[in-house]
């Protein structure tokens, strides 16, 4: 016979900030800090079809979108995602070590 026990743990009501998030009062700081609004989703990858709507010159080597309003988006080619610069590090060898 195999008995399972299960607890209950609840968080404080009053906790501000989750492990990873920011509380109110760094949203607050960063914000007037840098002068430009906080975006939880800045590091999110975006589709093709999700990004902005405007003229923009693409590079030739790795798909990279500079838009005339000054955003850039670096195209991912393992996944074909877009994402912010800023937002995540490209991963790129200059050359290949592997090769004779």
Excluded at 5 to 11: T, Y
Excluded at 30 to 51: I, K, W
Excluded at 70 to 97: A, C, H, I, N
Aim: aromatic share 16%.
């Amino acid at each position: 016979r195999l008995i399972l026990q299960v607890r209950l743990v609840e968080r404080e009501e009053d906790e501000e900030e989750d492990e990873y998030g920011m509380s109110d009062r760094e949203i607050n700081e960063f914000e007037n800090s840098f002068g430009v609004e906080y975006d939880p989703y800045y590091d999110e990858p975006y589709e093709e079809s999700e990004l902005p709507v405007g003229k923009y010159k693409e590079d030739k080597s790795y798909g990279d979108r500079r838009y005339a309003n000054g955003e850039v988006f670096y195209k991912d080619e393992s996944t074909g995602m877009f994402y912010r610069q800023g937002s995540r590090p490209r991963q790129k060898k200059f050359w290949d070590l592997n090769s004779s």
